[in-house]
């Protein structure tokens, strides 16, 4: 036995096998019956070749069949590689030839996209297993000779469901790939054990106190009710992954849905008794805010919201907190190269305005330059690092990895390139990703910032806050923003709104309207969109 994601879902199998584990509309699977189901489909990629250390693709959605592959996978000791849904072919074939996987599970919708990269590019891809949706796009792939496919239910149906798999290592790896909204995706590598002490609650959240016993959450969870989770984010983002994994190993209940609707999450959430509710910032808060203000929905329930990944503005936290009183607001910080960071709790009217002031995690620390770690309280900027738990490397990439995961005084670091300061109390505050922060006149702007500020005006829906040139200052700020109801403020009245937050030297200098703010799945700005924007055609408004 060892900590690894298969071992201690199984656990919670042997003490839950009735509890239901995963639910979804009329839907639900008990924990024996995910494992046999994740059993077989395990027993069917090793017939199709997979072993150990092998990659396996995950092409889906949010849905029952991709909770099991995860499992499966894990099961059969393979490595699963996250592929995001939206991805155009050009990605896709980046993904399929860098991670080198062997096998692709996906939805039959994709296969088109998966045909056309397959028929085009070399890869080691041997067998696709094809999961039904409804849709009609052929399965096969006329120009891939060579790659088997093979029908989801069927691998199972025709597939042992014994648990009888060899032991796993501790040293069993775990794949995530980053969004690459600046870049080609990266995939970071973990041991399992390391991301499970710093995403799975393998180090207790509130007292740093890490586990040691590999059946205490299975059996703190079969001593006590179950908890609800539901996992708005897709689960190519790796937070939303660990939600269902939490929740598998301490015998909770996680609901998963494909598509994110704001008025579909209230609905599922009074459906199916949801207690915790994960998100990834504004982009799915704001709009499941000003659906549930419009009443009728009961979400008594409803013990926390949690949001990471991506800013959670102050203003749309005090407005939940308004509808759900007896909630916890929640706002983690975090990233694929460092796992979970800090949270900070909402309390209204005292959420400070821009990206997130935290308590720490033990092992978060802010380094100066030189390696230095900041003082709490001396009001230097410096770059966000962890420490103890953290990734191996990049996939395939020495460079970066040279870049990200550095030695100061003999202790490794992951310092994947956030800004921050420490302040006198110990905590944290985010400023953003260093290779976004905006240069003018020598003082640096970071965009989640004046973002967050922008936001507060009530005219303002969402915006990305980008750098573009200027003859005096080298870049001046600009902002890309979609408004409420075809509203066009100018920027006079939108800097009002950010003055009273900042410095005026972060107050935008030239604006952009857009239909529609253009964010990654997880709920990310597209930063390089945004600069497409604003290199397209002159400002709407400039001063």
Not at 153 to 170: G, L, Q, V
Not at 476 to 487: C, H, N, P, S
Not at 498 to 505: D, F, K, N, W
């Amino acid at each position: 036995m060892a900590f690894t994601v298969a071992d201690l879902f199984e656990h919670a199998v042997d003490l839950m096998p009735d509890r239901v584990a995963l639910e979804s509309g009329d839907r639900s699977l008990t924990y024996a019956e995910l494992d046999r189901r994740a059993n077989a489909l395990a027993h069917r990629l090793r017939s199709l070749g997979v072993a150990p250390g092998d990659a396996v693709g995950l092409y889906s959605r949010n849905t029952i069949e991709a909770v099991e592959s995860m499992i499966a996978i894990f099961k059969a000791r393979a490595v699963m590689v996250n592929v995001n849904y939206r991805y155009v072919e050009n990605e896709l074939e980046h993904i399929f030839t860098d991670s080198q996987m062997t096998v692709l599970i996906h939805e039959r919708q994709y296969a088109t996209k998966v045909c056309n990269v397959l028929s085009n590019a070399t890869t080691d891809i041997t067998a696709r297993i094809v999961v039904e949706d409804g849709s009609d796009a052929p399965a096969e792939c006329s120009d891939a000779a060579g790659v088997a496919v093979v029908g989801y239910e069927a691998a199972i149906a025709e597939s042992s469901s014994e648990r009888d798999f060899e032991e796993r290592s501790d040293d069993d790896l775990y794949l995530l790939y980053t969004g690459g909204t600046t870049g080609k995706p990266k995939g970071v590598v973990w041991r399992q054990e390391d991301v499970w002490r710093v995403l799975g609650g393998g180090i207790d959240w509130y007292t740093g106190r890490p586990v040691e016993d590999e059946w205490e959450h299975a059996r703190t969870g079969s001593q006590g009710g179950q908890l609800v989770r539901f996992p708005i984010p897709p689960f190519i983002h790796g937070g939303s992954q660990w939600a269902v994994f939490q929740s598998l190993f301490a015998g909770g209940k996680a609901v998963v849905y494909p598509d994110f609707d704001a008025a579909e999450v209230w609905k599922a959430v009074q459906r199916h008794g949801v207690n915790v509710v994960f998100i990834t910032g504004d982009a799915m808060g704001r709009p499941m805010i000003e659906e549930l203000e419009k009443g009728g929905y009961d979400t008594s329930t409803v013990v926390s919201v949690a949001s990471s990944a991506a800013l959670f503005s102050a203003s749309i936290k005090d407005r939940y907190l308004e509808r759900l009183p007896n909630a916890v607001i929640v706002d983690a910080i975090g990233s694929s190269e460092t796992g979970f960071g800090g949270m900070g709790v909402a309390v209204k009217g005292q959420s400070r305005v821009g990206a997130p002031t935290v308590k720490a995690d033990p092992s978060a620390h802010v380094l100066a330059e030189d390696g230095r770690r900041l003082e709490p309280g001396s009001g230097e900027v410096g770059r966000l690092a962890r420490s103890g738990h953290i990734p191996l490397r990049y996939h395939n990439d020495p460079v970066k990895s040279a870049e990200t995961f550095v030695v100061y005084d003999g202790v490794r670091y992951s310092m994947p390139g956030d800004f921050a300061t420490i302040e006198a109390d110990g905590t944290i505050t985010m400023l953003g990703r260093g290779s976004m922060s905006i240069n003018t006149g020598g003082e640096k702007v970071f965009p989640e910032e004046v973002e967050a500020a922008l936001k507060g005006h009530p005219d303002v829906f969402d915006a990305v806050v980008v750098g573009v040139a200027d003859d005096r200052f080298g870049q001046r700020v600009a902002a890309v923003l979609q408004t409420r109801d075809g509203v066009r403020p100018d920027l006079v009245t939108l800097n009002e709104a950010v003055r009273a937050e900042l410095a005026g030297y972060k107050c935008p200098r030239s604006v952009w309207f857009v239909d529609e703010v253009k964010r990654s799945p997880a709920g990310k700005p597209d930063y390089r969109w945004a600069r497409e924007v604003t290199g397209s055609r002159e400002a709407d408004h400039a001063l």
